[in-house]
Nanobody, 129 residues
Framework: QLQLVESGGGLVQPGGSLRLSCAAS????????IGWFRQAPGKEREGVSCISSIDGSTYYADSVKGRFTISRDNAKNTVYLQMNSLAPEDTAVYYC??????????????????????WGQGTQVTVSS
């Protein structure tokens, strides 16, 4: 079964850091744009950061710009999201998704509903003192 698996979530104090991983099983991520999305209780799923399969370009939501960094390691078939300076408002379930690039990265990243390829099961990130 083709799937994505997220890991690395947990409980962290404000100002702390976490690194999330998104690993693919039985397919190669090289040809896919990869996105990280999050959903907090009572809120809609939102795009956090995405990385292109074409040129490695990246997109970040304004709320995480300067604090989060997305990267991909094709040799390990894994995409990472390094999250620094975490704040309570970053608390959410974080999901990764893979989709063939069909539009600009920003266009894809701000609309989670267009990602119809593969989704992971999510990993909980809780920022609290």
């Amino acid at each position: 079964q083709l799937q994505l698996v997220e890991s690395g979530g947990g409980l962290v104090q404000p100002g702390g850091s976490l690194r999330l991983s998104c690993a693919a099983s039985r397919f190669t991520l090289n040809n896919y744009a990869i996105g990280w999305f999050r959903q907090a209780p009572g809120k809609e799923r939102e795009g956090v950061s995405c990385i292109s399969s074409i040129d490695g370009s990246t997109y970040y939501a304004d709320s995480v710009k300067g604090r989060f960094t997305i990267s991909r390691d094709n040799a390990k078939n894994t995409v990472y999201l390094q999250m620094n300076s975490l704040a309570p408002e970053d608390t959410a379930v974080y999901y990764c998704a893979a989709e063939y690039p069909f539009s600009t990265l920003q266009t894809m990243c701000v609309v989670p509903q267009v990602w119809r390829g593969y989704w992971g099961q999510g990993t909980q990130v809780t920022v609290s003192s």
